[in-house]
């Protein structure tokens, strides 16, 4: 309503207060079923278009961000997580790493892109989260199907709404690390299968280098590092059947051994069938691998987040990993 009067700054006063209860709330509940709360209650969003409206793409970039770490606040100071958000310390750490930085907010009526490079903050407006889940779907069903590249106009499309508008602004240069924070139905969107069309269409992953991260905060806050990992592959995949639910994938035998054909099997270890078992995998010293694939069911459990797993081979009670 203060919004509509004009009143920008009651406005603005009662969006925070807004947030601010929304987030003492969430408090009270479990650590463990936090992880669903944005995408089922999105407190933020109106608060997010109000700013963007206003010109002022920081701070919505800055509540966005607050919103993301709302699994992980601190209950004796909620909003201390965005608090601490600050450009040029985000901006300093791209350079040092020589990344950049992709990072989405998904609404119903509008969703956005915000890219930060080490020297610039770019906010561009994508599609609703309808459309978005519609490409994603299509997107999907082409690998389950296993589409060639030219065959693949979902791939492409997504590439077109998610990727193009920074591309074509000459923000993700040939060779870009890039990191990419997804927002909702992106969380389900596998950033390497997009493709670049063209005269020649090649998956995007050929132009850069990608990696997701859930939100900025952690990831600054992780050591940049090379691997020390003395391997290079651990496989695991093609479980046997526990039970109907997960049934076996159509491709994942094929899969296993196109992946594997690609690693010297001196530095690689495979596991299939009964051997692919959360209690295999976890004698495997995972920490040595600089690579880990997996190739089988997922599930993510909505409610209670931390019981998502990965579907594997073993006794119906120790088959989820």
Not at 125 to 138: I, M, N, S, T, Y
Request: glycine residues 4%; contains cysteine; aromatic residues 8%.
């Amino acid at each position: 309503i203060f919004e509509k009067q004009n009143k920008f700054q009651q406005a603005d006063q009662m969006f925070r207060q807004g947030i601010d209860t929304a987030e003492k709330a969430v408090c009270s509940v479990k650590e463990q079923n936090r992880l669903s709360y944005a995408d089922s209650s999105p407190f933020y969003d109106a608060y997010i278009l109000f700013l963007i409206h206003r010109k002022n793409r920081l701070k919505a970039l800055q509540i966005s961000e607050r919103g993301r770490a709302h699994s992980l606040m601190d209950c004796t100071n909620p909003a201390g997580k965005s608090a601490g958000f600050n450009l040029k310390t985000v901006q300093a750490s791209l350079k040092r790493r020589g990344e950049i930085l992709l990072t989405y907010w998904v609404m119903d009526e509008q969703s956005y892109l915000w890219v930060i490079t080490p020297s610039q903050l770019r906010l561009f407006p994508l599609p609703k989260f309808a459309d978005l889940g519609r490409q994603q779907e299509v997107l999907n069903n082409e690998i389950q199907s296993q589409r060639r590249l030219e065959e693949s106009p979902g791939a492409m499309a997504l590439y077109q709404s998610l990727i193009a508008p920074a591309a074509e602004a000459g923000l993700i240069p040939q060779g870009s690390h890039i990191i990419v924070v997804p927002s909702r139905i992106l969380c389900l969107v596998n950033f390497e299968t997009l493709i670049v069309p063209g005269v020649t269409p090649h998956y995007w992953v050929e132009d850069v280098e990608i990696k997701t991260a859930s939100s900025i905060a952690p990831l600054l806050r992780q050591p940049h590092k090379p691997s020390n990992a003395q391997k290079e592959l651990l496989l695991v995949g093609n479980p046997s059947q526990v039970t109907s639910e997960f049934p076996a994938l159509k491709h994942a035998e094929s899969e296993m051994k196109n992946i594997s054909a690609r690693f010297p099997a001196q530095s690689s270890l495979v596991l299939a069938g009964a051997e692919a078992s959360p209690q295999t995998y976890l004698a495997s010293d995972p920490s040595q691998f600089r690579l880990i694939h997996f190739v089988t069911h997922g599930t993510a459990n909505e409610m209670v987040t931390m019981e998502s797993a990965i579907i594997l081979s073993g006794p119906k009670s120790a088959y989820k990993l």
